[in-house]
C-alpha cells in the first residue's frame, strides 16, 4: 500500500541506534563452526553461498571469502518473494564490482529457480583451473551463509525436484537449527551431486548497528538478543523510508505513524494482548490493564517475515 504524495507526512531521515553495542548478539559456537568448515575444505568442489534477497549487498560474511575462497563459488540470493527486486539490475552490477560473477535469485519453498543451481555448480567446478577430475565421479558442494537464510531450505528443494525425495535437512523459523558441518546429503543422480549443509555462521565484525538491525529483521540474530521492540522499531522505519504502508491498513491505524510506541499499543489493543501491572502511587498500589508492546512487537515483525506487509528491501 503506497499513500498519494499529498498524504505523506515527514518520517526520520536516519534510525538512532543510541549507542547500542552488536558485541552480544553473537554465539560462540559460530568460530567453531567456521573452523570445522575450513578443515572440511579439502573434499569440496564448489561453495553455494544463500543470502536473503531483502539483504543483497550486506550482511554477507567476509571471513568465508578469507577462509573459502579457495573454491568456485555461487551466491544464492533466497527469498525472493518477500524482496522488492525492481532495482534487481543495480543489485547485479554492485556484486559484480564486487567480484561476484554467479548470482541466482531463488524462492525455495516454492522451488522456483532452484532447478539451476547444479547447471550452474557444473559449470562453475568444470571450467574451474583447480578442479581436477582423475579420479572423482560425483560432486561435493559446500552449501554456506549466515543463519536463517534458507541454506537447508535449499538442500531440501533440490532433493524434491532432482530425487523428488522428502526433507534431509531441518528447517525452522529462527536461527542456529544447524549445529554441525553434517555429512554428505545426495541432492542429484544426474550428475551425481553431494551437499553439507553448515551452520550459519555470523560476522563478529559487522561494520553497523545497523547492518546488524538488518540481519535480526531478516532472523539471523535471535530477536531477544537484540529486543523485539528496537528491531519493531526499525522495521516501521524501513516501512515508511521506502513509502510502505500496508501496515496502516492491516492494523487498523487511521494513518502512517513513526512513533513505534503508538503503532505497537494499537496493534496489542487490536489483538487484545493486555497485561494488570501494578503502578506505584502517592496512596498505594494501583492495578491497572496496560498493551503487552512486547508481543505487538513480535506480531509486526513476524507479519514482515511471513510477507504480509509488502515487499521491502533493506539495502
Given at each position: ?5 499529498g ?5 526520520r531521515?536516519r534510525?538512532?541506534c543510541?549507542?547500542r ?6 554465539p ?14 579439502r573434499?569440496?568442489d564448489c ?9 543483497p ?7 568465508f ?8 563459488h ?6 525472493m518473494d518477500l ?5 534487481k539490475?543495480r543489485?547485479l552490477?554492485?556484486?559484480e564490482?564486487?567480484g ?11 522451488d ?6 547444479i547447471?550452474l ?8 583451473q583447480r ?14 551463509g549466515?543463519?536463517n537464510?534458507?541454506k ?8 524434491r ?12 523459523g ?6 554441525a558441518v553434517?555429512?554428505?546429503?545426495q ?19 559487522i ?10 529483521l531478516?532472523?539471523a ?6 529486543g ?9 522505519y ?9 501496515y496502516v ?17 494499537h496493534i ?6 493486555t ?6 502511587t502517592g496512596t ?8 503487552s ?5 513480535y ?17
Amino acid at each position: 500500500m503506497r499513500l498519494a504524495a499529498g498524504a505523506l507526512r515527514s518520517f526520520r531521515e536516519r534510525f538512532d541506534c543510541a549507542g547500542r553495542s552488536v558485541a552480544a548478539w553473537f554465539p560462540g559456537h559460530m568460530a567453531k563452526g567456521l573452523k570445522n568448515m575450513k578443515a572440511k575444505l579439502r573434499g569440496i568442489d564448489c561453495l553455494v553461498e544463500v543470502h536473503d534477497a531483502r539483504l543483497p549487498l550486506s550482511g554477507r560474511n567476509p571471513h568465508f571469502q578469507e577462509a573459502l575462497g579457495i573454491r568456485p563459488h555461487l551466491l544464492v540470493l533466497n527469498k525472493m518473494d518477500l524482496a522488492d527486486l525492481t532495482q534487481k539490475q543495480r543489485i547485479l552490477e554492485r556484486l559484480e564490482k564486487e567480484g561476484l560473477r554467479r548470482i541466482l535469485f531463488t524462492d525455495c519453498l516454492r522451488d522456483e529457480n532452484v532447478k539451476k543451481v547444479i547447471p550452474l555448480v557444473t559449470e562453475l567446478i568444470c571450467t574451474s583451473q583447480r578442479y581436477q577430475r582423475t579420479e572423482n565421479v560425483e560432486y561435493c558442494v559446500m552449501v554456506i551463509g549466515v543463519p536463517n537464510m534458507g541454506k537447508s531450505s535449499l538442500i531440501n528443494s533440490m532433493r524434491r525436484l532432482h530425487l523428488r525425495k522428502g526433507k534431509a535437512s531441518r528447517v525452522g523459523g529462527e536461527p542456529g537449527i544447524t549445529r554441525a558441518v553434517l555429512t554428505k546429503i545426495q541432492v542429484s543422480e544426474r550428475p551425481l551431486v553431494f551437499l553439507l549443509d553448515t551452520p550459519g555462521v555470523l560476522s563478529p565484525q559487522i561494520g553497523s548497528v545497523e547492518t546488524g538491525l538488518k540481519l535480526a529483521l531478516c532472523g539471523a540474530i535471535r530477536d531477544h538478543l537484540v529486543g523485539e521492540e528496537m528491531i519493531a522499531d526499525y522495521l516501521l522505519y524501513t516501512l515508511n523510508r521506502q513509502q510502505q504502508f500496508s501496515y496502516v491498513e492491516r492494523y487498523g491505524l487511521p494513518e502512517p505513524c513513526d512513533d513505534v510506541e503508538s503503532v505497537l499499543k494499537h496493534i496489542a489493543l487490536q489483538l487484545g494482548k493486555t497485561q494488570r501491572i501494578k503502578v506505584l502511587t502517592g496512596t498505594g498500589d494501583v492495578t491497572v490493564t496496560a498493551p503487552s508492546y512486547s508481543v505487538a512487537a513480535y506480531e509486526f515483525i513476524r507479519t514482515f517475515r511471513k510477507g504480509a506487509l509488502g515487499k521491502v528491501m533493506l539495502d
